[in-house]
């Protein structure tokens, strides 16, 4: 194995997600890939044609040249029409077409993921024409293809994995960025503290700080009097931080607790994902 060590735990967490999908996906009869999933727009079809789309990218292939339908009202920004085309050129593929190269493509990324020799730190093509380490490429492959089997596991009513090696690459993705929900998105007063209970198979109790020039910080040190404390199941947590659900969808698996206003306007600015 030539990939670099602290390549691993990405390629571990990609491969294990890719390959539920892969189980998830393959007896499904045609109308089953229809099925709308948590992800707003996307059905089963989309979710799958997204994986295939984003690692044969990241395989080096070229983008396919297509033209949106104009009617796709999910599609607010660039960010989201850059993933819809790998997802629309495949919306009329049938059910064999989809496992047949979602198995190929898996074969190709583990084959190249097996020859990896480049360094964390090497510059590979990101979306839209950006750049972006391998690193960072291959941790938001891990982070994405969870999150997309936890969307399929919802729309097909199959649960499971949400412990799995993409759970922690997810949570730690995830808490990367709660301080800039806390402190910039939703507006956080200064010093101010905010305490994040997590329970369930994936736990953590986590504190965000915002300092007296309104910049928030993370620890794992209890805060002996928060403005807010935000108790949630981690099943819930990822699909408010995902965008999958609203917070008045599920405010009975939310105990809130100290300021309600603030913890409202912080849950409304939860989602991370674009």
Not at 45 to 74: K, M, Q, T, Y
Request: with cysteine.
């Amino acid at each position: 194995m030539s990939l670099h060590p602290s390549l691993q735990t990405y390629a571990d967490a990609w491969s294990h997600s890719v390959e539920s999908i892969a189980e998830l996906v393959q007896p499904l009869v045609e109308g089953e890939w229809s099925r709308a999933t948590p992800c707003p727009g996307w059905s089963v079809r989309d979710i799958v044609s997204h994986v295939i789309g984003l690692d044969c990218e990241a395989l080096g292939d070229p983008r396919p040249i297509h033209s949106l339908p104009r009617d796709l009202f999910h599609v607010k920004n660039d960010h989201q029409r850059y993933n819809e085309m790998q997802v629309d050129v495949r919306r009329h593929h049938t059910a064999p077409e989809m496992t047949a190269e979602l198995e190929y493509t898996i074969i190709r990324r583990n084959r190249q993921l097996r020859n990896e020799n480049r360094q964390p730190d090497r510059a590979v093509r990101g979306p839209m024409g950006t750049e972006e380490t391998l690193e960072n490429a291959m941790r938001k492959r891990a982070f994405d293809v969870w999150v997309h089997e936890q969307d399929l596991r919802t729309a097909l009513d199959r649960p499971g994995n949400l412990d799995s090696p993409g759970a922690h690459v997810t949570r730690d993705v995830l808490l990367e960025l709660l301080p800039g929900v806390v402190a910039r998105k939703a507006k956080a007063p200064a010093s101010s503290a905010f305490v994040f209970d997590v329970h369930g198979p994936v736990e953590f109790l986590r504190t965000v700080r915002v300092d007296a020039e309104g910049n928030g910080t993370i620890d794992g040190a209890p805060s002996l009097g928060p403005l807010v404390t935000i108790a949630v199941d981690w099943e819930t947590y990822v699909r408010l931080a995902c965008g999958r659900v609203a917070p008045e969808a599920v405010e009975d698996r939310l105990k809130l607790e100290g300021d309600l206003e603030m913890a409202h306007r912080i849950l409304a600015n939860f989602a991370v994902t674009p």
